[in-house]
């Protein structure tokens, strides 16, 4: 008996390895969203099964494109699962099935007219909040599932923030996908007075693509919004804070301010120690009378909600600073915030009171020229139907056309037009060798069982 078991142990111990040096089976699911800013374009990790054909794409292939229902990873081979598929890692140019080349469901907004609203410049990195004695607390990345934690903990202190999104980033699903339990979260966060500002589709580095892919990225983001709030930002941050100058020409024709910040907290690198010297000593660098910041912090760490949000406004609130919107430190009126999703004017129907949270209101949304009467309420939309799911944050509800948005949008995503790379599939299939290591532990146990 002993020596059946000692052989099951071993059969499962090799099958584990077996996956390690596949390459496939990424276990580290404590922080799958640890990519969030430059330099750190890291592979995601969701303990989602993967596969791997035996094909390779990308720039370090000879820009081979993957077979349609294929994702180009960050290793340059083809696959499918999390590692392989989720933005902003899947290397969409080459990956039909990457999560960036879908397109959510919603009116297209690509005929938007996109006239110049406020005063607020356009087609230039905006850093600094014009208000003395303001700190603009933004959090980036999200929304994710500690985002309705951080609403508790604003609403509680009183504060309000900018929340700059991202539509499809993580595996996490498209924002404006109910499943996911984002869209109301989102319509909680605006109904309690924060700021929603875009960060792109998928989270992709504006300044390496090409016009049309970065029309993309805006666009499909603000249709993904429009379906959630009947409107869209004014207000845009680029992803790794890049944004070249034919990046922010596209964005000033596409009439979104670039939404910066000076006060880099670090926050994603996990050393708060670190983060919080950072922010402190920025605020006593200046005095409450003479100057304003732009904070950037991420809501997808969880001690950046737990811990670091809670400093950030106690510390703000001591060296004698209030907090403000990201438009307040502009002076810029709420309606310049969003744009209609009609005409593309001012969403007259924003208003944010600042000085205390709003749990329900009513609104006007126009959309397709019909204007109803709708009420938000604050429900609280923890995305319960996927937190601690990985399976739902890894879910593909699109698929690989990257053709078109609806309508009339051109909305076609990626201009890699290499043969494809047609070779055997090949696929390794993790699901075998998990299957293998189940099977080897299932005798494990029941020879453990019949031994006793
Ligand atoms: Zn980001």
Redesign the pocket.
Same mark, same amino acid.
């Given at each position: 008996m002993y020596v059946r078991l000692i052989a099951a142990v071993l059969v499962s111990v090799i099958s584990t390895y077996a996956h390690a040096v596949d390459e496939d089976w990424n276990t580290n699911a404590s922080d799958p969203l640890d990519w +969030? +800013?430059a330099g750190s374009k890291k592979p995601l990790g969701h303990g989602v099964l993967e596969t791997r054909s035996t094909t390779t794409c990308g720039p370090s292939a000879n820009n081979a494109v993957c077979a349609s229902n294929l994702c180009c990873g960050p290793n340059g081979v083809c696959g499918t699962g999390s590692y392989y598929c989720a933005a902003p890692s899947c290397l969409f140019q080459y990956g039909p099935a990457c999560d960036a080349n879908q397109t959510p469901t919603g009116v297209n907004t690509t005929s938007v007219p996109r006239p110049k609203l406020g005063s607020t410049q356009y087609g230039v990195s905006i850093r600094d909040c014009g208000i003395p004695g303001k700190v603009a607390l933004t959090f #980036? #990345?999200g929304p994710y599932i500690y985002t309705s934690a951080l609403l508790d903990i604003l609403k509680e202190k009183g504060v309000k923030a900018t929340f700059?999104l991202?539509g499809n980033n993580g595996g996490k699903g498209q924002i404006n996908d109910p499943k996911t339990g984002y869209p109301a979260l989102i319509q909680r966060m605006y109904n309690e007075g924060h700021q929603v500002g875009s960060?792109t589709w998928s !989270?992709a580095d504006l300044s390496t693509l090409t016009r049309q892919q970065r029309y993309d990225q805006v666009v499909k983001n603000e249709i993904a919004l429009t379906d959630i709030l009947g409107f869209f930002p004014t207000y845009l941050?680029p992803?790794?804070e890049s944004c070249n100058a034919d990046c922010l020409n596209d964005l000033k024709d596409l009439g979104y301010h670039v939404a910066n910040y000076d006060i880099d907290t670090l926050d994603w690198q996990g050393d708060y120690t670190r983060s919080q010297s950072i922010f402190s000593s920025n605020l006593k660098s200046a005095s409450p009378s003479a100057r304003g910041f732009i904070s950037l912090a !991420?809501d997808i760490h969880d001690k950046t909600v737990h811990i670091f949000a809670a400093y950030m406004i106690d510390t703000l609130l001591a060296a004698g600073y209030t907090t403000a919107l990201y438009g307040e430190c502009m002076n810029d009126p709420p309606a310049n915030w969003y744009r209609n999703s009609t005409t593309g004017e001012p969403y007259t129907g924003a208003s944010h009171n600042t000085s205390t949270a709003s749990n329900a209101k009513s609104v006007s949304v126009s959309s397709n020229s019909t204007t109803t009467s709708i009420t938000h309420s604050s429900t609280t939309a923890t995305p319960s139907a996927v937190v601690g799911g990985e399976g739902a944050f890894g879910s593909r509800t699109g698929n690989a056309t990257v053709s078109g948005t609806n309508g009339t949008a051109s909305g076609t995503n990626g201009t890699a037009t290499k043969s494809q790379a047609t070779s055997g599939m090949g696929l390794k299939s993790s699901e075998t060798a998990g299957t293998f290591f189940g099977m080897g532990l299932t005798w494990a146990i029941l020879s453990w069982l019949f031994w006793i």
């Open positions: +969030s +800013s #980036d #990345d700059f991202v960060h !989270h941050r992803p790794y !991420h």
